[in-house]
């Protein structure tokens, strides 16, 4: 049996609506980071994120 993780929902927007927009928005966010662009972007993101953290 799966465990779901606990939600953290600290804000007056009910949760059945959060996931409502989440199921919206997923397909858009997928295929951005499945593009060229949206994988330069998050290459360049990384880099970024690897400076700061040493």
């Given at each position: 049996m799966s465990r779901r993780k606990k939600l953290i929902n600290n804000t007056a927007i009910p949760q059945h609506q959060i996931e409502a927009i989440?199921?919206?928005?997923l397909p858009d966010i997928l295929a951005f980071y499945e593009s060229v662009e949206g994988q330069r972007e998050f290459a360049e993101w990384k880099r970024q994120k690897s400076k700061t953290k040493d």
């Open positions: 989440a199921r919206c928005i």
